[in-house]
Each structure stands twice: as structure tokens, then as C-alpha cells.
């Protein structure tokens, strides 16, 4: 069974997680609070984040800043050689970056930049000219605890994406084609229908990562797990039930990729995360998109912080880029081959890439209380589905296959937009009209 993690373990991981974020932010809020006026995107999407640094909204934050601001020396320094440790060698039989260079780099990419060292190489920066590269990828602190909550303050979104069970309901309430839930368990009961003879997939109601993710597959009457051993069909509602005392689960079909994307899984469902941003004109575009497949022994979920790989999406032509894992262990490196089905990667034109980056579009119209959404869409037996749709979405998933950052991209320009809009409007300027959500 899964482990579940107790609140105050919860809480810890939380505060540890805000002050990795205060300590990489630093640089950052610094270097745009004496920067001078905003000169382009990047710079306006950075002022933004200096104002919401350093005003802290409660004493936990407030201790957050404070630890930061003694503790960042330590937690660079101890952080740069752990990392050095884990991969110089690798990335110097490689690259040929020696390995004093690339500790060098990471102290260097912290103080231009914020880029803590695991984030180094996360993002390749050991390709060459770390320092002046590091300034175009967007930090995690910029937008989990900087641009999408100031949004998020400035639009009041309703749309339910952090609720899965609701979010089906929305989905299907406006003809969204979305992965149908068979049951739901909640407070120590099952309620829903019988279980189909078929695989069933089982996620918490909130949870992100893929975590507390399980396959059941349909074994006759039994549903059968990789590690738990095999279930009758009361067996594993009372299973759930149980699970459901700490958080809600969710029940449905296990979805099956198309035959033409099989060769791309080892077989767990591969998806296609696809971040979609209002335009100026408050109409939903396409920004970044990557093929995510899932590989060794995890056929269970298919992301990239379970172990999983991505490869980038060419948004015109939908052809596929070098995949890598996340990238933190170097070990890997950059594929050009599926490495369980030996499936070519590069440049294999990614079936239903159409009908998958309409469909996202139409997804974001539907959610148009929110600036920036990260659309999970399989391309299934039955078409092209919604899966989830994440409202923070992470911008790592898109750098790191892509190898170049975002901030100057279309992502940094119409975020830097809309916290100019949200500031405007803060002030009592005119500020463009909210978007209705559609009925």
C-alpha cells in the first residue's frame, strides 16, 4: 500500500519546499528590485515576482525569507557538491565539462540567475555558457510561489482542476471528451458501480506527481496488482474504502494508448502534457507540448518525476525531439530510441497531434477563468481524452526536452502580460474584461 503522509509530515515538507523556493528566488528579487524599470517580458515577469517576494503574507512565510537570507550560502554550497558528486563525471565523459568547471557553473548560474544546482542539470546548463543561458529558463519559485498565485489573486478561478472528480464533471458537462470515473471512495465508502471486467486505474481525488497512482488489471473475476498480489472485486472495494479514510480515491477504466502510440510505452498509458496560456486577447494558445512515456518497471503512471522520460512536440509539425528523464541523475542522458520497445523517438511524427492540440484549445476555453493550464490528453483506443488538468503546471516538464528556457518565449511574454493586466487592475487602471465561463 502506498504510503500516506501524516499532516505534520505533510507540513514539514511543505515549509522545506517554500524555503527552497525563498532561497532560489533571492537572486531574483534582488537583481529586478535594483534592475531599474521593466525593459522587456522577462524583466516585467521578474518585478512582479521581487513585489510578491518580498512582502510576505503570513509568519510562516516570513520565516521562510528570514531562513533564507542566513541560510542560502550553506544551502548552495552543500547542494553544489552533492550534485557535483552525483554527476560531474558523468557530464565530463560526455561533454567534456571538467568537473571544478561545472562547480564553478552552479555558483555562477545561483547568483546571475537563482538556479539552484540540481537545476543546473535539469536544464543542460552544462552544454556551455551556463551563466548567460541561465537567465532564459523560468524558475519553479517564479511560478509556484510567484506568477500563479498572483493570478490565480487577480482572476478568482472557479473552474475545478484541483478536484479530479469534479473536474470529469465539468469536462463532461460541456462535451469535453474526459477519462469516465467508475466509483468514488470516500470517508470509508465505496459508491459508484460495479467494477467493469476490465483494468481499472486508481488515483487520489487531489494529488499530483502520480502519486498514490495504482493499475489493477482484470484478471477474470480479480484485479490483479504488480505488488499487492491479486483482489476479488469486494476485496479491493474495501481496500479503497480504507485508503479513503485519509484522502478520497477515484475508480475508472485503465485507458489504452492507440496502437500507433503503443510502441512509445512500456505499457503504461503515455500522454501528451500540453500548456496552453490565454493571449493577449484572452483566447486560449498553444505554448510548449511533450510526449511523456513511461519506462522499466513503472507501468503504472507515466511521469517524469516517477522515472518517466519526455520528449518535445513540435507544435506545427507534432515531430518528436531527443527524450530524457528529468535529468537530476546524469547517468541517462538523451535518448533517441524508446529504451524498452527500442521504438524510434527523434523526429517520428506524433500520431494524433491535431486532434490532441484542438482538443487542448477547446479544454482551456472551457477553463477560461485560468491564465495557464497544463492539459494531460491520451491518445486512446476511442480518440484523444482528457486525463487531468493542472492549474500550476510545471514549466520543468517543457525546458528541460526542450533545452532552452521560456522566459523569452511566448509563455514569459503572456505571463508577463497578464501580471502587468492584474497589477493595472489592482491599482484601479482600466484592466480588460474577465472571460465568462461557459455554461
Keep these: 500500500m502506498p504510503r500516506t503522509r ?10 522545506g519546499e517554500g524555503l527552497l523556493y525563498r532561497i532560489a528566488g533571492l537572486p531574483i528579487a534582488l537583481g529586478a528590485t535594483f534592475g531599474g524599470f521593466p525593459r522587456d517580458a522577462r524583466s516585467a515577469m521578474r518585478a512582479a515576482y521581487a513585489h510578491y517576494y518580498w512582502a510576505p503574507e503570513d509568519w510562516a512565510e516570513l520565516a521562510e525569507l528570514a531562513a533564507a537570507l542566513l541560510l542560502w550560502p550553506i544551502v548552495l554550497v552543500l547542494a553544489a557538491l552533492w550534485f557535483t558528486a552525483r554527476n560531474g563525471r558523468a557530464i565530463k565523459r560526455r561533454c567534456g565539462r571538467p568537473v571544478w568547471r561545472q562547480l ?39 511560478t509556484k510561489r510567484g506568477a500563479y498565485r498572483l493570478l490565480a489573486r487577480h ?60 493499475r489493477w ?14 483482489l476479488t472485486a469486494a476485496q479491493l472495494r474495501d481496500r479503497l474504502a480504507a485508503q479513503s479514510l485519509s484522502a478520497p480515491r477515484l475508480v475508472q477504466r485503465r485507458l489504452i494508448n492507440q496502437r500507433a502510440l503503443q510502441p512509445f510505452s512500456n ?10 496560456c490565454l493571449d493577449e486577447h484572452g483566447a486560449p494558445e498553444a505554448i510548449a507540448a511533450v510526449l511523456r512515456m513511461a519506462i522499466g518497471a513503472n507501468r503504472t503512471v507515466d511521469n517524469i518525476h516517477a522515472g518517466g522520460i519526455a520528449a518535445t512536440v513540435d507544435l506545427a509539425s507534432g515531430a518528436l525531439s531527443q527524450a530524457s528523464d528529468l535529468g537530476m541523475d546524469a547517468r541517462r542522458g ?11 523517438i527523434v523526429g517520428t511524427i506524433l500520431p494524433g497531434w491535431p486532434e490532441i492540440r484542438e ?25 484523444a481524452c482528457l486525463v487531468e488538468g493542472n492549474g500550476a503546471p510545471d514549466v520543468d516538464l517543457m525546458q528541460r526536452p526542450m533545452r532552452r528556457g521560456l522566459a523569452d518565449d511566448r509563455f514569459g511574454v503572456l505571463l508577463a502580460h497578464h501580471l502587468q493586466a492584474a497589477e493595472r487592475y489592482r491599482q484601479g487602471a482600466p484592466s480588460r474584461r474577465r472571460r465568462k465561463l461557459p455554461a
Excluded at 501524516?6 to 515549509?15: E, F, G
Excluded at 462535451?175 to 459508484?192: C, H, K, S
Excluded at 480479480?222 to 499487492?228: F, I, P, V
Aim: net charge neutral; with cysteine.
Design 359 to 383: 482538443l487542448a484549445l477547446r479544454a482551456h476555453a472551457a477553463f477560461a477563468d485560468r491564465v495557464c493550464i497544463g492539459w494531460d490528453i491520451a491518445l486512446t483506443t476511442a480518440g
Design 155 to 214: 482572476t478568482r478561478p472557479v473552474s475545478p482542476l484541483g478536484d479530479k472528480a469534479a473536474f470529469a464533471d465539468w469536462c463532461d458537462a460541456r462535451g469535453l471528451p474526459v477519462a469516465p470515473i467508475v466509483g468514488i471512495a470516500r470517508e470509508g465508502r465505496y459508491d459508484g458501480a460495479p467494477f467493469p471486467e476490465a483494468d481499472l486505474f486508481v488515483k487520489p481525488v487531489v494529488g499530483r506527481g502520480g502519486r498514490g497512482a495504482e
Design 104 to 142: 564553478a557553473d552552479q555558483l555562477a548560474c545561483y547568483v546571475s540567475a537563482g538556479v539552484l544546482p540540481p537545476w543546473y542539470y535539469i536544464f543542460s546548463l552544462h552544454d556551455g555558457h551556463a551563466a548567460q543561458r541561465a537567465g532564459g529558463f523560468v524558475n519553479r519559485c517564479e
Design 217 to 230: 488489471d482484470n484478471v477474470g473475476a480479480r484485479y490483479r496488482h504488480q505488488k499487492l498480489g491479486v
Design 6 to 15: 501524516s499532516p505534520w509530515t505533510a507540513t514539514l515538507a511543505q515549509r
Design 334 to 344: 538523451w535518448l533517441d530510441h524508446h529504451p524498452d520497445t527500442g521504438a524510434a
Design 267 to 276: 505499457g503504461a498509458l503515455a500522454t501528451v502534457r500540453v500548456l496552453t
